[in-house]
Structures are given as C-alpha cells and as structure tokens.
C-alpha cells in the first residue's frame, strides 16, 4: 500500500441497475470508476453520498472486475437511502478490507455452506467463486433459510446451481405459503438432512447472529472441528483499517483480522453472538 | 523519529537565553506550551508575550497530547491547509508513553493514516521531566518512569537559572543545531546532571510510595478477567457515560467517521462509553447496558489490547479519575480487586 494513500477517500462507482430480491432486499450493481477488485468474503464500505457509510461484502463474482455487486436488506440509516437510489447515481466504495474465505483450504473437500436471510449475498459470491473452482472440490451443498418464500432471494441462481454438478441447494422456511414445496423450520433443519463426510468437510457459515449461534453448536454437535467451522461475522465495521474501534471483538478488529474467523479463532471472545 | 542509542546528551542554556531563542523560533514554529491559570495548567499557544509563563517539570497538563495528533474534529479527505511545523513543550513521559500505542494504530503498515503522521512528523516533542506529582499519578506502577527516554526528540529540564536539553532522538539532534543559531549553548556540567537524576529519582520513589499495594500492568489484565459482573455493576453504578475519563485518556483513540457530501469523511474522536457505539444496522448492540459498556473500557485497555499490542494502553496519569463526574476511581476498583 502507498504510503501517501489516503485511506478514508472512497473511489466513486455508478450505479449502473438495481434489483428487488425481496420486499426488503436489493441488489446494487456498480461500475467503480477506478479498478477495483476483492477476494470472496472481504468486505467494502460502501457510501451513500453525504448520509453515511456501511459495511456490505459483495455477492458478485470475485472473478468480475468489472462490475461490483452488494445485496442489501433495509435495516437502518444508511440502507434506507440506499434503497431509494437508483441506477445512474453515484455511490462511494471504499475497500476491500479484511480476511475473506481461505478458498484454498477447501480443496479437495465438501463443503457445507449454512446460510440464512441476507446471508445469502457473501454465500452468493462464494459459491460463484467455488463452481469456478468446482473440479479441486468434492462437493458442495448450500442449505439456506428465511422466513417466508418471498423472502427467499436469488431465485434465478439457486434455479442455475441445481443444474450445476456437484452443487446442491437445501431450502426452507419459517412460514411457508401454500406453493411452497420445500422444508419448513429455522435453517439449521437442513443439517439434519445433509448427508456429508465430516471428516472430509469444511463448514460455512453466514447469516443473522441467532442463526450463527444455533448453526455453529449444531455443525459442532455433527462433528466439524472447531478450526472447519469458517463463521462470516458482523459487527459495527467502520473505518474497515483496524483504527476507529467500533468492530472489536475481543482482541479482534473485526474489520482486520475478520470478518471471516474460524469458530476456534472466536469462540473465547465476548459477544460473538451479538 | 529514530533514537539515539549511544551515550547521553545533554545540552544547556541559560533560562532567558531559552526564552529568547523561543522568541525567535516562533518566525518558523507553532510552539505550544503548558501554562497556568488560576485553577489548571494546560497547553496554549506561546506567543512573544507568554513565554516566560511556560512551565516545566510539573506535571500532566489538563488536556492529553493525543489531541495535537487526533484532534475532536477532523476533515480526513480535504485538506484544508498544509500542516505547519510544531514544537510541543513540556509533555510529561506518561503523555509521551501513550504515543506509542497511537503509533501502532495509525502508522500500521497496512494502513498508514496520513493525516497523523503529517502531524507526527511535523511536530517537535520536547518532554519535561515530571519534578513534582499530582495525586493519582501512577505512572512507575505500569513501568512507566516520570522522564522520557525515548519517543520524544529532547527531554528538557529547568535547573535554577539553566535548562537542560537531553537529546532523545535524531530530530531532538537538529533541534539542537537549529538552536544554537539563536542561543549560547554549551555541555550540561556533570553535576547539574546528577542533580537531574536526584530529582528524577526522588520523584521515582514519591510515585511508588504513593501508590502502594496497587496492582502493576501484569496483574491488571487478570485482575479485568477474574472480576465478577458485581463489580461491573457497582463501578458503573455511579457512571453516566459522559465519555470523559475516554476523552481525556491519552491512549482512547476510538472515532466515528461522519459523511458530509461530495464523498467527504470527517473523524470525530468517539468512545465505547457513549450509546450506540458497537449497534449494527438491525438494532443489536453487545454494550447496550451500561455496566456492560463500562465494562468494556477496562477489558479493552488491560485485556484484549495488550493482547494485540506491545503498547501499553494505560499509561497512569489518572486523567480518567480526576475527570469522572461520578468519582470512579479505577484504582479504588484495581485495590479492592487485588485483596
């Protein structure tokens, strides 16, 4: 990094479409007007011109250059704005920061991605990333979660996944409709149903902390180590540079040395689940 | 800001010399010094009329010396006007100490924050050995002695009618050529040295005696780990997260960004003990509770940093029990936990 770099000046990035996913849920795609690229799993700051900034890790392929994806539930401030923006405008990105999903760690494994609601979005920019990869993995099956059908985002790419060797899609929901023909429960029911090599298997996890929490005791109790358990974790990332301290958990910037941790790294740390 | 490692050097000048070659300095510097008024001391601009208001070897000034590096409010995207050149008088070592950690945050080579290091390389810190101590000074109780040996460019001392300047880096070493441009400046004689030590060490030793039976850095950290939530609950009782023993700590260097428009960001010095400082968009907050929040302050600084940092993040000024409206008194806590 230069050294004369000023690290709190966001590059600039057109808003080129924007997709309802859900009655809560957009996805923004940007074009940065300067290059810019990420790992899968890191993060970006992402700002709304004059109102404020938040942390979103992108859904889009790592591969893409290009264009930059952040899907975005509308939650508070910032995500409010957000969600009246429309394509044309400008927005600022900041990043990527932090320590994404060691990709290189799931050769020649299965891997078993939990994830619920928004969770989906980093999940969507890894599994893009590991069916580039797909002839170095044994499998991979994604259980995902949300509270009704509608909500369920990406339908288009869970639909192109079921096509896709190797890779399997659980679904389920807390209130299902009368067309709903897939499980009903909170998503860790899927883990019943997987049939998986634990021995042979890393485990991913991603979505709302009650999710996180029931998740992991869960992947615990099937037998994942506590160094295979890979948990996306979020917390009040700020400045994203491991500086203004909103994000520690712990000894942990979670910014810096997260969002990605292993359940081993965390779990003697305070509030993990909150 | 490399240290000199080889012998002492000591450097010394009449004290209306030193004034006076000040005097001339101000053509190129911002020079700040501590000076008092009816009920404190604090850092004020010196200015050809308040240079002999300047005091030395006292110590802490009220405000701490991150602010000359970390102001309240800062426009970290437009920079409104090139830094000017500053010479900070008179900062005790537990002020310069807590430098370091700054250091570590803001110059980490990750990610360097200019802004700070235009104004750390930009200043001339010239330290003043603490001869006298205020009541809950506790600096040698974390290691820390009450003179600087290092970080700060030049130690200074006031001996009767001299000052004596020990240069404590190569900076402090140009300090010294630019000086004697302005001043008669010899070799400090070997006795007045001593009589510098005497003094350093009697002080040494007032700081100890002060503070017996309270627990140093090591047991700190364990002291934080072991307390139970009752005495989270009956410290933070009286707190009414006001934010200043953060504000006023020379090491609580947390901040908030603030947008404004045309993509411009704007820190603003922020601290765990305020509302809201860790709640996520969605509403979750881990220091929702304010023992929870005051809690957090004391694992931060004597726990989970020290874990991350070779710094210390207390340095024992005892700004933050001075300033607390509601009299908490961390080494009240630290005593009652170490029986």
Redesign the interface.
């Known amino acids: 990094m230069s050294e004369n770099k000023n690290i709190y000046k966001p590059i600039k990035a057109k808003l080129l479409e924007v997709i309802t996913e859900s009655p809560t849920i957009k996805t923004f795609i940007m074009e940065p007007e300067e290059e810019f690229s990420f790992k899968t799993g890191e993060f970006i700051e992402l700002t709304v011109d004059g109102i404020g900034e938040a942390p979103f890790t992108p859904s889009s392929s790592p591969l893409e250059t290009k264009q930059i994806e952040v899907t975005v539930m509308k939650t508070g401030y910032v995500t409010e704005y957000l969600h009246n923006m429309k394509a044309g405008e400008t927005l600022g990105i900041r990043g990527p920061f932090g320590r994404g999903y060691p990709i290189e760690k799931f050769y020649d494994k299965e891997v078993l991605i939990l994830g619920g609601g928004c969770g989906f979005a980093p999940i969507r920019s890894l599994l893009y990333n590991l069916v580039a990869i797909s002839d170095k993995l044994r499998k991979v099956t994604l259980c995902y979660g949300s509270k009704t059908p509608d909500e369920c985002i990406y339908q288009p790419y869970v639909d192109q996944l079921r096509k896709t060797p190797k890779f399997e899609v659980l679904r389920t929901v807390d209130e299902p409709n009368e067309s709903w023909s897939e499980s009903v429960g909170v998503a860790t029911v899927l883990l019943d149903k997987v049939k998986v090599d634990i021995k042979n298997s890393i485990a991913v996890c991603c979505g709302p902390p009650i999710m996180m929490k029931f998740g992991t005791y869960k992947l615990l109790e099937m037998g994942y180590p506590e160094n295979d358990i890979f948990l996306s974790m979020e917390k009040n990332m700020s400045c994203g540079l491991g500086k203004c301290g909103h994000c520690m958990m712990g000894k942990y910037f979670v910014c810096k040395e997260g969002p990605v941790f292993t359940y081993d790294e965390i779990k003697d740390q305070p509030d993990i689940w909150s | 800001m490399n240290d000199i490692t080889n012998m002492k050097k000591f450097y010394s000048l009449l004290y209306p010399d030193w004034n006076s070659a000040i005097d001339q300095l101000l053509a190129n510097y911002l020079i700040y010094g501590p000076i008092k008024t009816d009920d404190s001391i604090d850092y004020e601009i010196v200015h050809s009329e308040n240079i002999a208001e300047v005091s030395y070897n006292i110590p802490k000034p009220t405000t701490p010396l991150k602010t000359f590096f970390l102001p309240v409010k800062e426009n970290?995207?437009t920079k409104i006007s090139s830094i000017s050149k500053r010479i900070i008088i008179g900062t005790p070592n537990c002020d310069i100490q807590g430098l370091k950690i700054l250091d570590e945050?803001?110059l980490?080579?990750?990610?360097?924050?200019?802004a700070y290091?235009e104004k750390r390389e930009n200043t001339i810190l010239i330290s003043s050995s603490c001869f006298e101590t205020q009541e809950h000074c506790h600096c040698m109780i974390y290691g820390i002695q009450p003179f600087s040996k290092e970080i700060a460019d030049i130690s200074i001392s006031r001996v009767d009618t001299r000052m004596h300047l020990e240069v404590l880096s190569e900076k402090g070493e140009n300090f010294i050529s630019e000086l004697k441009n302005y001043a008669a400046v010899s070799n400090s004689p070997e006795s007045e040295i001593k009589d510098i030590e005497l003094k350093q060490s009697k002080i040494e030793n007032e700081i100890i005696a002060n503070n017996s039976g309270l627990p140093d850095y090591k047991k700190t950290g364990k002291i934080v780990q072991k307390a139970k939530e009752e005495i989270w609950n009956k410290y933070s009782s009286k707190c009414v997260s006001c934010g200043a023993c953060a504000t006023i700590c020379p090491t609580c260097?947390?901040?908030?960004?603030i947008?404004?428009?045309?993509?411009e960001?704007v820190?603003q010095l922020?601290t765990?003990q305020y509302p809201g400082?860790?709640?996520?968009?969605?509403g979750?907050?881990?220091l929702g509770e304010l023992p929870k929040k005051f809690k957090n302050r004391y694992?931060?600084k004597y726990?989970?940093?020290p874990?991350?940092f070779k710094s210390l993040v207390c340095t024992g000024c005892g700004r933050c029990i001075e300033a607390c409206i509601g009299k908490i008194n961390k080494n009240e806590l630290f005593r009652e936990l170490a029986n």
Request: hydrophobic share 35%; net charge neutral; aromatic share 16%.
């Open positions: 970290l995207t945050i803001y980490d080579k990750d990610y360097i924050d200019t290091k260097s947390c901040f908030l960004l947008d404004k428009p045309n993509f960001k820190r922020d765990c400082f860790e709640r996520v968009a969605g979750e907050d881990a694992f931060c726990v989970w940093k874990q991350k």
